[in-house]
């Protein structure tokens, strides 16, 4: 490609697809790195691809070389296959390396709220991890933390959604009464492309503009579906039994303990003014006819 053009990782994936949708809107070129480039529903996508790989470090820098931003969407949801967090963290380091090498202007990091490095969950530790690696690369960056990020193609809504439509309860890890606020794809796209035309780096939250309870949200998601069993309220040992247990039945990993924890932690909740404007039960609505009628697997789609 002529130089002049962004990276994104996971293009036909998910935030990466959001991120390159609104390039592509803004006239920009992109290139995505991806190990998966036809995914359903993204055959809009017109963009250059290269494999998302660590092992051809000289292939890698080249996917990057002339590249002015480099939006990075690469982490891994939870341990498996003998992939876990702390490859991800070197993963993470590989490709900040490669940028750097290959004069990459700038690097935009998609992270979470309120990574953490002290944290006992390795999950926030390992983000806190990937943060520094950003900020310690000596290229111009903005790290952005989204909370929990709704929209087309979203899994853990989704899945919800599913389990209000098919199952005879509903299973809430002990009160339901811990908030998040959730945070649309499309702003996260927008504060991502924001932070990357700023002078100075920085470090900024994506959070939608409405905090509410998980149960507040499976309310809403159980208004939308028209469907709602009735919630079980159990501890967070046998909520993820539960989860596991309908895992074997889907062939996933539904729900893990770092998701839990990390969600009656408060993780999901944005300690700054709200950057993100569309609110998680407008798009309910909007999705309802199509939302849960199919489970969305996360080893189907990354393993
Ligand atoms: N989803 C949320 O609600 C949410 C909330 C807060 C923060 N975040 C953060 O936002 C970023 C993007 O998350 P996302 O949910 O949108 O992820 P995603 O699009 O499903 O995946 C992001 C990228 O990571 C790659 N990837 C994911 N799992 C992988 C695996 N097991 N092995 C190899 N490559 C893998 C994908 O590869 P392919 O291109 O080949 O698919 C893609 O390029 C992550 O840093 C995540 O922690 C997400």
């Known amino acids: 490609m ?46 250059d691809v290269a494999p998302l790989q660590f092992a051809d470090r000289a292939a890698l820098v080249e996917s990057l070389r002339g590249a002015d931003v480099f939006y990075n ?3 891994v949801r939870f341990r498996h296959g003998g992939l876990g967090f702390g490859d991800a963290v070197a993963n993470t380091r590989i490709l900040m390396s490669a940028a750097v090498e290959a004069g990459v202007r700038k690097v935009v990091h998609i992270s979470v709220s309120n990574p953490s490095r002290d944290s006992h969950l390795d999950f926030y ?20 933390r989204p909370t929990l990020i709704f929209g087309p193609g979203d899994i853990l809504i989704n899945n919800i959604a599913w389990l209000l439509r098919t199952m ?10 811990y ?24 470090t900024v939250d994506a959070a939608g503009p409405e905090i509410i309870s998980y149960m507040e949200l499976v309310d809403s998601v159980a208004v939308a579906v028209r469907r709602r069993p009735p919630f079980l309220y159990l501890p967070p040992a046998l909520t993820l039994f539960a989860a596991n247990a309908v895992g074997m039945f889907v062939r996933d990993v539904i729900l893990t303990r770092q998701e839990v924890e990390g969600l009656m932690e408060e993780r999901l909740v944005s300690h700054e003014p709200p950057r993100g404007k569309q609110r998680v039960d407008d798009w309910l609505l909007r999705s309802a006819d199509s939302l849960g009628r199919r489970y969305a697997s996360e080893l189907n789609r990354h393993w």
């Open 2 to 47: 002529e130089p002049g053009f962004d990276v994104v990782t996971g293009a036909f994936s998910y935030t990466g697809r959001f991120i390159a949708r609104r390039l592509l809107a803004g006239g920009r070129r992109v290139r995505t790195l991806t190990n998966h480039p036809r995914r359903p529903g993204a055959e809009d996508i017109d963009v």
């Open 73 to 75: 969407t690469y982490w």
């Open 125 to 144: 530790a390992g983000k806190a991890r990937t943060e520094e690696i950003v900020r310690e690369s000596g290229v111009s960056w903005a790290v952005v």
């Open 168 to 177: 005879p309860v509903f299973v809430i890890p002990e009160h339901g009464l």
């Open 179 to 202: 908030r998040v606020q959730p945070v649309s794809g499309e702003d996260v796209a927008e504060i991502a492309t924001w932070a990357a035309g700023e002078a100075e780096n920085n």
